[in-house]
């Protein structure tokens, strides 16, 4: 199983009932003496029974929501300062019935809370059946990304990642026992929520294979089963989907793999890890494009950030094609929620690799484009 902690907040439950709205109350403290917090879902709401979203005003350093909701589920709190958002909290769960938390804010970072209900204090319970287990994957990665290309590191990095997938299939078969031994928890349930996040894997489908009824038919788990679907589209091995796409000009066209190896990534105006990618990628343009190599750039700016991705464009200008995914449709289509997300296709457009960095990509290119 892909194990998913999210800023060092793993979304963990253990057994809840889901069949009727019950009451909460959550009564904080937070070391701001006034402003307004608010509460929201942590992941879409299209994941969640209801919406969670409201606010409080804070009152000499305190706060409370008051509300329904059918099982627990994964919130964050945040304060802003006018229109931005300045202080921000990691992931915790909002429970049924009376709670109390304590939230330590930082400007640089998300700052966890403190919350004393059911959901957290089975937290550290479950964590425990992963401990061994991750500890020795963080060194394993430690490790991986140490290694350099000389034949001695070849050897090693064949013999740890060996090691590394014996202990990811050793997770993995923790989750499926849990969610047998618990059937009515949620906790495995949101783990793999968060997991879809990171791209289609064939365990998300031995998972959804693998859910109790009661937890299928629950709103996450009916998502999460959709999510599933549509990150097959996009599995290592699969035909990549034809797109409609709008060129800067507005005209339709359609996205199509014509070249020996293309990449198509998808990206916005705004987001400066996709941009930071664009030097590496037009030294390998350059190098390659004419052996065989195509790049196609995918923006999912919307409405007024069209004029923005228009005006970026002239203001740097790239030499591969650049088109617009109008409402971000074929983003939606293909569950894509992270940005930058890449797909290299083969001539006949099947996916070979994703999300691969310049260095990466050239490498490839360079083995395989003579």
């Given at each position: 199983?892909?194990?998913?902690?999210?800023?060092?907040?793993?979304?963990?439950?253990?057994?809840?009932?889901?069949?009727?709205?019950?009451?909460?109350?959550?009564?904080?403290?937070?070391?701001?003496?006034?402003?307004?917090?608010?509460?929201?879902?942590?992941?879409?709401?299209?994941?969640?029974?209801?919406?969670?979203?409201?606010?409080?005003?804070?009152?000499?350093?305190?706060?409370?929501?008051?509300?329904?909701?059918?099982?627990?589920?994964?919130?964050?709190?945040?304060?802003?300062?006018?229109?931005?958002?300045?202080?921000?909290?990691?992931?915790?769960?909002?429970?049924?019935?009376?709670?109390?938390?304590?939230w330590k804010v930082d400007e640089k970072y998300s700052s966890a809370v403190n919350i004393n209900n059911a959901a957290t204090k089975e937290q550290a319970q479950y964590l425990d059946l992963y401990?061994?287990?991750?500890?020795?994957?963080?060194?394993?990665?430690?490790?991986?990304?140490?290694?350099?290309?000389?034949?001695?590191?070849?050897?090693?990095?064949?013999?740890?990642?060996?090691?590394?997938?014996?202990?990811?299939?050793?997770?993995?078969?923790?989750?499926?026992?849990?969610?047998?031994?618990?059937?009515?928890?949620?906790?495995?349930?949101?783990?793999?929520?968060?997991?879809?996040?990171?791209?289609?894997?064939?365990?998300?489908?031995?998972?959804?294979?693998?859910?109790?009824?009661?937890?299928?038919?629950?709103?996450?788990?009916?998502?999460?089963?959709?999510?599933?679907?549509?990150?097959?589209?996009?599995?290592?091995?699969?035909?990549?989907?034809?797109?409609?796409?709008?060129?800067?000009?507005?005209?339709?066209?359609?996205?199509?793999?014509?070249?020996?190896?293309?990449?198509?990534?998808?990206?916005?105006?705004?987001?400066?890890?996709?941009?930071?990618?664009?030097?590496?990628?037009?030294?390998?343009?350059?190098?390659?494009?004419?052996?065989?190599?195509?790049?196609?750039?995918?923006?999912?700016?919307?409405?007024?950030?069209?004029?923005?991705?228009?005006?970026?464009?002239?203001?740097?200008?790239?030499?591969?094609?650049?088109?617009?995914?109008?409402?971000?449709?074929?983003?939606?289509?293909?569950?894509?929620?992270?940005?930058?997300?890449?797909?290299?296709?083969?001539?006949?457009?099947?996916?070979?690799?994703?999300?691969?960095?310049?260095?990466?990509?050239?490498?490839?290119?360079?083995?395989?484009?003579?």
């Open positions: 199983m892909i194990r998913i902690c999210l800023l060092y907040i793993c979304l963990l439950f253990a057994q809840y009932g889901y069949a009727q709205k019950s009451d909460y109350t959550l009564r904080g403290t937070v070391d701001v003496d006034t402003g307004t917090v608010y509460m929201m879902a942590a992941f879409t709401l299209v994941y969640f029974p209801e919406d969670i979203s409201t606010s409080s005003p804070i009152t000499k350093g305190k706060f409370s929501f008051s509300g329904s909701i059918s099982y627990p589920v994964p919130a964050i709190l945040y304060i802003k300062a006018g229109d931005k958002i300045k202080y921000r909290s990691t992931i915790f769960f909002l429970d049924k019935g009376e709670q109390k938390a304590d401990k061994q287990n991750d500890e020795r994957l963080y060194q394993l990665n430690v490790s991986l990304n140490g290694l350099g290309t000389d034949a001695n590191s070849a050897t090693i990095r064949v013999r740890l990642q060996r090691e590394k997938d014996s202990l990811e299939r050793a997770n993995e078969q923790i989750t499926l026992n849990n969610l047998r031994q618990h059937p009515k928890s949620f906790i495995p349930l949101w783990d793999m929520v968060y997991a879809l996040d990171r791209g289609y894997n064939p365990f998300l489908d031995s998972f959804n294979n693998a859910l109790p009824a009661q937890l299928k038919n629950s709103v996450t788990g009916k998502a999460y089963s959709a999510g599933v679907e549509k990150l097959r589209m996009t599995a290592i091995g699969s035909v990549f989907p034809a797109m409609e796409v709008s060129d800067i000009k507005g005209q339709k066209t359609m996205v199509s793999a014509k070249h020996k190896y293309t990449l198509v990534d998808f990206w916005y105006t705004s987001c400066f890890p996709c941009r930071r990618l664009f030097p590496g990628f037009k030294k390998i343009y350059e190098t390659y494009h004419d052996k065989g190599f195509e790049l196609i750039a995918i923006s999912t700016d919307e409405g007024k950030y069209i004029n923005d991705w228009k005006q970026f464009l002239n203001d740097n200008p790239l030499p591969w094609p650049q088109y617009l995914d109008d409402n971000k449709r074929n983003a939606e289509m293909l569950l894509i929620t992270r940005y930058p997300t890449s797909f290299l296709l083969d001539s006949e457009g099947r996916i070979l690799k994703q999300d691969m960095l310049p260095d990466e990509l050239e490498k490839f290119l360079e083995a395989n484009l003579k």
